[in-house]
């Protein structure tokens, strides 16, 4: 792993730190859009706490990895360039780098957390632990895999690191790549599933329509997220370095995907219909608001009472 597509890994490191940079600002943006729009005129009881202590553990995470990225730039680029033998470009090929096994556990860290994230909320929508399990025992494989990989990433041998794609250290990043990938599929097209089925139960009584569909915003997030790790698993295949820049990218485009779907619950909130879809609670609460409003409404219609109806309209 000495070289991708014909440029050094001091240049893939460099262009990756510039990449994950960019992402890693728009990711801190839709954090703080995120968190506008929980607390935005409202009191602290009224706020959404899983949510929020989920968005700052994403920024947190987020955070640590760009730093530790530009730590490990560092040291390969200026603190060690003259005395690391073989030289920055030897330096960003060591996996075994407590810099590089850091920010590899931080990836994995946040990979569960996302997983975590849509699996719970399956839960919620289907309110049935059946519908979870085989994506729990996935999530459960998946954690085996991230702390294997950074394990044996910080035991590398010189040979497997020479032989990265086809050492034991490669084959357990593309079982985490693979893993993580088939889990946050499942659960994100059974919560779609799920989603896509309340919406054709509710559409014959629905009284106003959603302009953003949350559906929607969930398939294009899942769609971001899939995208960079099946590229991932793409530069694996081929035994291409550039999942060395992927790996980086990823971690910003899972605070980003996440967030694309905060904002959206958080602006959908102020709709009885949007809030209850969402957090599962049924069709039963819009069907008794349509039978309070049928109640309500010839009483504003009577005749007799015109004049209380126009000082209400006033």
């Known amino acids: 792993m000495v070289s991708l597509a014909g440029i050094p890994m001091d240049a893939a490191a460099i262009m990756s730190l510039v990449l994950e940079g960019i992402l890693y600002g728009f990711a801190v943006l839709m954090c ?57 470009v030897a330096f960003f090929t060591d996996v075994t780098q407590d810099t590089f096994v850091i920010k590899n556990a931080i990836y994995s860290a946040q990979t569960l957390l996302g ?11 289907w309110q049935s632990a059946w519908v979870i399990i085989i994506p729990c025992m996935m ?32 084959h357990w990043a ?13 659960s994100t097209g059974l919560l ?20 953003v569909p949350i ?21 694996f295949a081929l035994w291409n370095d550039g999942l060395y820049v992927m790996g980086d990218l990823t971690v910003p485009v899972v605070s980003i995907s ?9 602006t959908s909130q102020n709709s009885q219909h949007h809030l209850s879809t969402v957090c599962g609670r ?19 219609h009577r005749p007799n009472d015109s004049k209380s109806s126009l000082g209400d309209i006033s």
């Open 215 to 235: 559906l929607r915003v969930l398939i294009d997030a899942a769609v971001l997220y899939s995208v960079a790790l099946s590229s991932s698993i793409i530069c």
């Open 258 to 266: 996440f967030y694309m779907v905060f904002i959206r619950i958080a």
């Open 115 to 125: 997983d975590g994230v849509v699996i719970y909320r399956c839960y919620v929508v």
């Open 32 to 88: 703080l859009g995120t968190i506008w729009t929980f607390t935005y005129k409202r009191h602290i009881q009224d706020i959404n706490r899983p949510i929020a202590v989920v968005a700052t553990l994403l920024f947190v995470l987020s955070t640590a990895h760009m730093v530790v990225v530009i730590i490990h730039v560092e040291r390969g680029l200026v603190k060690y360039r003259d005395t690391f033998p073989g030289g920055p």
């Open 139 to 170: 999530w459960c494989g998946v954690a085996a895999s991230g702390i294997c990989s950074v394990y044996y990433f910080s035991q590398a041998s010189v040979a497997e690191i020479e032989n990265f794609f086809a050492s034991k250290i490669g």
């Open 174 to 186: 593309a079982t985490f790549l693979a893993s993580t990938l088939a889990t946050n599929a499942l």
């Open 282 to 300: 049924g069709i039963e609460t819009e069907r008794r608001e349509l039978q309070q409003q049928q109640h309500v409404q010839p009483l504003v």
């Open 192 to 211: 779609a599933y799920r989603i896509w089925m309340n919406e054709r139960k509710v559409s014959a009584i629905r009284i106003t329509k959603r302009k």
